[in-house]
Structure formats: C-alpha cells, structure tokens
C-alpha cells in the first residue's frame, strides 16, 4: 500500500483486521491493486473458495439487518440480484429481498444504474 502513495503499516492493517479502523473507498481500490484481487473478491465473506460464509450484520439495536454472505457481491457487482428494500414508519428496514434485473424493472424499483432505466 505504501508503493500506492498511502500511508500503511503493520499496525494499520492490524487495526482494520480488528475493526478498530474503517477503510476508505480509495484505500479499498488500493488493497484490490496490492493485492491483485477485485473489490468483489475483497468484500466477499465467503473466502477465496466461494462455497459458504458468514452472513454479513450491520445497522445497529432495531436497525441490525444481516444478509447472507451468498448475498453480500450483489451489493458490489449486480449481475445477478439486485436488493430490494422495505422501510417501516421509523425509516428502519423491515425486509429485504433480491430479484433479478428483469423481476426489479417490474417492481418499480429503482435501479441503481440510471442507464438501465432508458
């Protein structure tokens, strides 16, 4: 990472494998260039062998929502499933659910890509 212009050391790789430390969007296409990976590859709780993984948590107190670890690279890369969120009164998620490209369109859903609605 220090070869890319960033300011890395033992101890900063140490702290995000902790999670005592967050990494930037740009230090996150930084580690997929050091490390010869792909951003997906890097976000993918299943592990190099893609066959099972963790389910990814986050929100916090109600707001928790996990989705499985299958799940987590179309949040990255939408070639296969796009999410689809339910939001309650509080603005908290109340389901979430994938569908493909062609099950989105018909949903009424936004898609992320603004060239897809044409």
């Excluded at 949903?107 to 609605?117: F, K, T």
Aim: proline share 6%; with cysteine; net charge negative.
């Amino acid at each position: 990472m220090e070869g890319l212009g960033y300011d890395w050391r033992q101890v900063t790789v140490s702290e995000v494998e902790n999670d005592q430390r967050n990494v930037t969007v740009a230090e996150l296409l930084g580690l997929a260039l050091a490390l010869e990976s792909s951003i997906e590859q890097l976000l993918d709780p299943r592990g190099p062998e893609r066959t099972r993984g963790p389910w990814l948590s986050f929100g916090k107190g109600r707001g928790t929502y996990a989705i499985p670890g299958t799940h987590v690279v179309n949040l990255v890369c939408t070639h296969g499933l796009y999410p689809i969120v339910q939001w309650d009164d509080d603005e908290k998620v109340n389901s979430l659910t994938w569908a493909t490209e062609d099950q989105q369109r018909a949903s009424d859903v936004h898609l992320p890509n603004p060239a897809l609605d044409q």
